[in-house]
């Protein structure tokens, strides 16, 4: 299809744990269950979604799980509610205009692709609605802003504060002067990769969604496009770490690789080992419960953070080699 990058025919099936399609309609049962969204489908998203929706034991949402095809299409318009929800829930409380940045990332559509189920044929008639709703959902996307040619946007310079700031909050000075310094110079591009995605999509998806936007930015230099050129990128990462007290307010600067580090997307442990600078900072107190419930592994209550990374544009096809022989 017109628009639809090449690997959008190389289809990914998923075993995916979601609530069933029939269940209580209303505020509650809408927003809680997003048809597989970043609440992961586990009963304890589901039961966040459906509290107080006054349902019957009929209606409650169940877990089941169902093999889901994606595909991959470039960025339009029709994207615009689906990018932006995931972008609130990297940024969260965060002082970020995500609604200009979802406008950037729809205007540069040369750059970019999002991820939806792939169409398929069903017999009950009785679900079209759900499933027209459900064809339409952004399952995730990848694409890249370039903070210093978007110097001046809203979205990007307080993007750069926000990370100023958190770096002054964590780190020692030398590592804020060299991130500073490394957002500021304009003659040396820093391009923000984005790649966000509902927690239950399978990270083999990454891949080709990494492999495609190196192609699209590669051909974007070429062809003196935005976006093309990037001397550096940045990558803001959801992680996590077990939540003790020895972590709660400690500088972390020097000593943080120390800590053992979970990603949402694992992928991303790729592009955090060949990073020149790295940081933490926590989002616990604004981390939204209800989208998931507590974050734990294995009963071990997780610390929320974000992981601020930026990796040489030169160490990228490093980096690609390394996600194809992890996730082929």
């Avoid at 792939?118 to 009950?124: F, H, I």
Wanted: charged share 30%; net charge negative; with cysteine.
């Amino acid at each position: 299809a017109p628009g639809t990058p090449p690997f959008a025919e190389q289809r990914l099936h998923s075993a995916m744990a979601t609530p069933a399609k029939r269940r209580a309609r209303g505020p509650a049962g809408e927003q809680g269950s997003h048809s597989g969204s970043g609440s992961s489908g586990s009963s304890e998203g589901s039961d966040s979604g459906s509290e107080g929706s006054g349902c019957s034991d009929s209606d409650e949402p169940i877990d089941e799980e169902v093999n889901i095809e994606f595909e991959a299409h470039s960025i339009s318009d029709n994207d615009y509610n689906g990018i932006k929800k995931l972008l609130q829930q990297l940024f969260l409380k965060a002082p970020v205009n995500t609604a200009e940045l979802t406008d950037i990332l729809i205007q540069q559509n040369h750059i970019g692709s999002i991820i939806k189920q792939a169409e398929v044929q069903e017999d009950s008639s009785d679900d079209d609605e759900d499933d027209d709703e459900d064809d339409d959902e952004v399952f995730g996307f990848i694409s890249c802003l370039n903070l210093t040619e978007r110097k001046g946007t809203q979205c990007a310079e307080q993007i750069k504060e926000l990370l100023l700031s958190r770096c002054e909050q964590s780190c020692d000075r030398p590592v804020v002067e060299q991130l500073s310094k490394l957002l500021n110079d304009s003659t040396k591009p820093v391009g923000l990769i984005l790649s966000e995605r509902f927690i239950n999509v399978p990270p083999q998806i990454a891949l080709p969604m990494h492999q495609q936007l190196q192609k699209e930015l590669t051909e974007a230099q070429r062809t003196n496009k935005p976006c093309g050129k990037c001397h550096y990128y940045l990558l803001i990462s959801k992680t996590f770490t077990e939540a003790t007290k020895s972590n709660s307010k400690r500088k972390e600067g020097k000593n943080q690789p120390k800590e053992e580090l979970m990603f949402a997307n694992a992928e991303e442990e790729f592009f955090h080992e060949k990073a020149l600078l790295k940081f933490n900072y926590s989002v616990q107190e604004e981390s939204d419960t209800c989208l998931g419930g507590r974050w734990s592994f294995d009963d071990v209550p997780m610390k929320p953070l974000r992981t601020v990374m930026i990796v040489p544009a030169d160490g990228i096809h490093g980096i690609m080699d390394k996600l194809k022989d992890y996730l082929s």
